[in-house]
């Protein structure tokens, strides 16, 4: 399984951007974590495609939304209302525990292929 995430870049506080997760297989659940400078990986979001099941981060609820194009075999992530603490090194990882788990886990653990990630960066 490969990932390739991309759409970071330099936002001002308060705006937007809208990462973008390609898989090259199907059937997995697909979490979107993120990395800050000299802190430990943190869950943003999932998606198990295969039972149609998503979750968020607390800190995510309500400003970010996950969504996927079956046609493209890509997972999105919208971020809305971006704020200086969302700096970081985004994630995107896919799970096949999502083929037999009615659930998305937003644990790393359960994730067995990770893509190369996208930094973006919340400032003005």
């Known amino acids: 399984v490969q990932l390739q995430a991309s759409g970071g870049g330099l936002v001002q506080p308060g705006g937007s951007l809208r990462l973008s997760c390609a898989v090259s297989?199907?059937?997995?659940?697909i979490g979107w974590f993120r990395q800050a400078p000299g802190k430990g990986r943190e869950a943003v979001s999932c998606?198990?495609?295969?039972?149609?099941?998503?979750d968020y981060g607390d800190s995510e609820k309500g400003r970010f939304t996950i969504s996927r194009d079956n046609a493209k075999n890509t997972v999105y992530l919208q971020m809305n209302s971006l704020k200086p603490e969302d700096t970081a090194v985004y994630y995107c990882?896919?799970?096949?525990?999502?083929?037999?788990?009615?659930?998305?886990?937003?644990?790393?653990?359960?994730?067995?292929?990770w893509g190369q990630g996208t930094l973006v960066t919340v400032s003005s």
């Open positions: 990882a896919a799970g096949t525990y999502g083929l037999f788990v009615p659930e998305c886990y937003l644990v790393p653990g359960w994730y067995e292929y």
């Open positions: 297989g199907e059937g997995y659940a």
């Open positions: 998606i198990n495609v295969y039972h149609d099941m998503i």
